[in-house]
């Protein structure tokens, strides 16, 4: 006897019953196989020429193995500098997704739900909501398989959204860090930074008038009643100033901050940088002796340089911070802050950063994710673009 095959299709399929048609909204899953589609790479390129939709099935989840539903994936610019091959962190090149040559899935960023585990999984079971421990995993898919070293697991997901615990690892977690490890701000002291409006810009306004810090806030010029939109929604976070790049580079800066900080006698001790260039040096010469300005980016290109006089006769220190590094290193600290920063979410005393949802479900088109995804770096967005997943 012929053994009994049962396909597994790639496309939504129809059926019919005594009433007429039924269409699923995705595929059937034969056997307990998990059908899923991934945003992946075969080289390194820019997005629109090297991303393509892939499809294949996941095998149930079996000894220590466990398989994971995404809930919202964000898009971060590390993540198309990932794609480009310009990152110092590589995306994970495999065969296992049912291909001869390898692919790599992009993203790094997100929030999955469990939805099976093997009998050997210890930790987490169907329902608990995880992240990803490192960078690489690649988050722009629909479903994964994988092990529970490869997991950090929320201990509380009741209050908070996919969004927000989708989010929380790399921004504000970048945020939390420079302004805690590098100088020890007290209460009535100053930060100024580059790039407030930036998720980790609007994290760190937040938590530093959560801990009693006072900030200056420079934004890149634009229309007017399109400033005085963003100056205002930056205040309601928190922010003390918020001044354009342009006014910040002017010679009139100097007696500015002198009012701000009440002559000096309120130091500036911190500065954070995620553009480079000759506004680095601006911001360096209105901190107080002893200071740090940590770097975090450089999205002008342009280089950090380093007058001599700030180093000999202010004892300023430059020093830069990757939160991947950090957190490959400290995974149980990293956890801990996690949930201090959902906790803040819980008591609403932690706003979300804007998004521009994309809806992603089943049928969604490899064209309509891969655009939004191109113009991650383009123009001034209205929101951090995340993935949110709907019937896949």
Not at 197 to 222: E, F, H, T
Request: glycine share 8%; charged share 25%; proline share 6%.
């Amino acid at each position: 006897m012929r053994p009994l095959r049962i396909a597994i299709p790639s496309k939504p399929s129809h059926t019919y019953l005594q009433h007429g048609p039924i269409r699923f909204q995705r595929p059937i899953s034969a056997y307990g196989y998990e059908q899923a589609k991934a945003l992946v790479i075969r080289k390194y390129g820019e997005p629109k020429d090297v991303l393509s939709l892939h499809s294949h099935s996941i095998s149930p989840a079996h000894s220590n193995l466990l398989t994971i539903r995404f809930l919202a994936s964000p898009i971060n610019p590390a993540d198309i500098n990932q794609i480009q091959g310009t990152y110092p962190s590589k995306p994970t090149f495999t065969t296992a997704l049912s291909t001869s040559d390898p692919i790599a899935v992009g993203g790094n960023e997100g929030v999955a739900e469990v939805l099976s585990a093997g009998e050997k999984v210890k930790t987490l079971k169907k329902g608990d909501w995880v992240v990803m421990k490192r960078q690489g995993f690649g988050t722009w898919r629909t479903h994964a398989q994988t092990t529970e070293d490869m997991l950090v697991k929320l201990d509380n997901k009741e209050g908070i959204t996919p969004i927000q615990a989708g989010t929380v690892s790399v921004n504000p977690g970048t945020a939390y860090r420079m302004l805690k490890d590098f100088v020890q701000l007290q209460p009535r002291q100053w930060f100024v930074q580059n790039g407030a409006n930036s998720g980790v810009g609007r994290a760190a306004i937040q938590l530093g008038r959560l801990w009693g810090y006072k900030s200056i806030n420079i934004v890149r010029d634009r229309p007017a009643e399109e400033l005085e939109s963003l100056k205002s929604e930056l205040r309601e976070l928190g922010a003390d100033v918020v001044v354009t790049d342009k006014d910040f580079e002017s010679k009139e800066i100097k007696d500015r901050v002198a009012e701000w900080t009440n002559g000096g006698r309120e130091p500036i001790r911190l500065g954070l940088n995620c553009v480079g260039g000759k506004q680095v040096n601006a911001m360096a010469k209105i901190l107080a002796p002893s200071s740090s300005v940590v770097t975090y980016g450089g999205m002008s290109k342009q280089p950090v340089t380093v007058p001599t006089g700030l180093l000999i006769f202010k004892d300023i220190s430059f020093d830069g911070f990757w939160m991947s590094r950090w957190s490959d290193q400290n995974p149980e600290e990293k956890k801990a802050m996690m949930e201090e920063m959902l906790q803040l979410c819980r008591e609403g005393k932690f706003k979300d950063v804007p998004v521009d949802e994309i809806k992603w479900d089943w049928d969604t088109k490899a064209e309509s994710l891969i655009d939004v995804i191109a113009g991650t770096l383009e123009g001034f967005r209205k929101g951090k673009g995340i993935f949110i997943f709907g019937n896949t």
